[in-house]
């Protein structure tokens, strides 16, 4: 009996969180196929779309979104290898590689030059993903190794961080919250040189992201200041979110799932920590709706309080990883994960507009919201291809 109470108490969360069937539609090769097809030339990437017709705006590759539209394309060579290429799930559209090699071109003149700051570490994804794919590619090997000679070079061992952004007042030393998922690149260039300084770096990083971004109550600043001559904290602050003291989601998100590969890549159990601590107060914190907000702390009228879609596709991806590195939580992290998902699909999957998901904030105090975001459309189809992977979903 006890046994039984025990199962159903593990079941009955499950049986709430339904994997929602659009991340498996054939809408997805459709309209990602249609948008490669628009690209410009010389080329441009799409970032965001207009809040009225959901129609892409393209940006100049030295953009720090530009890496993750081809990497969307790589995610549907990944979705083939898992699901097959048929009529009915259109992934028989395109040859996904071919059509990610050519749109990762694009992208190779910024690794000897590009104004994108740490976000060096977005950029190298789709070389990322060519190497999984083909680890001799000499053109992705060289450019996942600049891209973290890059961000290396960005590391300042007085603050104990790599640099974010570049200011007019060089002393003023910036990192967001948002770093964190920049590291990766470290780790990967790690990987192929065994260059350990690139290592010492990302736990440096972490380390000192893990004393001065995060709260007692597991929450987050966006931005903090350092004097780069001193290491000083000189001040905390907000750049996209609701004000300095506010939680914004996106950057919650991008901390957990930075920490949560941090414990995967290092093992150091301080990490899971954090990482588990950052996303108990994301779920502790998202309102009765499911929905996750712009900013944890803004204001709920004039309602509707706007959404971030991207924020909720990025934490889906943080959680999920969390359950395969924590499996004494699994269980909660995965269910959060597919609570999310599907409430954030059926607000805001769009078949009319040319992204995958409207209700994106992109940054909101500067009036850019309800829109689709490349990042949020992109999170959405490797949450799909993850829960294939991890047995939560089959491809339909
Ligand atoms: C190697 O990767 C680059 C960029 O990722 C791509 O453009 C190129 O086609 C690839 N080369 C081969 C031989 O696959
Ligand atoms: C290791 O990486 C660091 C940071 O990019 C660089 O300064 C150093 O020269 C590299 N070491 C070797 C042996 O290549
Ligand atoms: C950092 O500290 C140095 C030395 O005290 C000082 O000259 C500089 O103005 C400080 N920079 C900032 C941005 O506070
Ligand atoms: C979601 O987007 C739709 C269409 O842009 C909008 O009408 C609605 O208010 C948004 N909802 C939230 C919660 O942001």
Known sequence: MLALVHLLAVLAPLAHAAVPSQLFSNIIPRKVLAT???LPSPIQYPQYTDSSAGKWLYFNPDTWTSGFFPTTLYALN???????????NALNAANWLALGRAASNGLIPLETHNNQGHDVGFLSMP?????????????????????????????NPVVGCTRSWDTSDPTDFTVIIDNMMNLEVLWVAYGLTGNATLREIALRHSDTTMKNHIRDDGSTWHVVEYNSTTGAVIRKRTAQGFSDSSTW????????YGFANMYKRSRDPKYLTTARRMANYFLDNMPSDGIVPWDFNAPLTPAPRPADSSAATIVTNGLLLLSLVDPANAQKWKNAALSILDKITQLSWRPEWQSLLSNGTVNKPANNFLTGIVYGDYYFIKAGNDLIKMGLATCS
């Open 36 to 38: 490669y097809n628009a």
């Open 127 to 155: 070389f990322v993903e060519e190497l999984a794919i083909n680890p001799a590619n000499q053109t992705a090997l060289t450019a996942v190794k600049q891209f973290a000679a890059d961000l290396a070079a960005r590391f």
């Open 249 to 256: 989601s996106r950057g919650q998100a991008w901390g957990i």
């Open 78 to 88: 990944t979705r083939k290898a898992l699901c097959g290429a048929t009529p009915a």
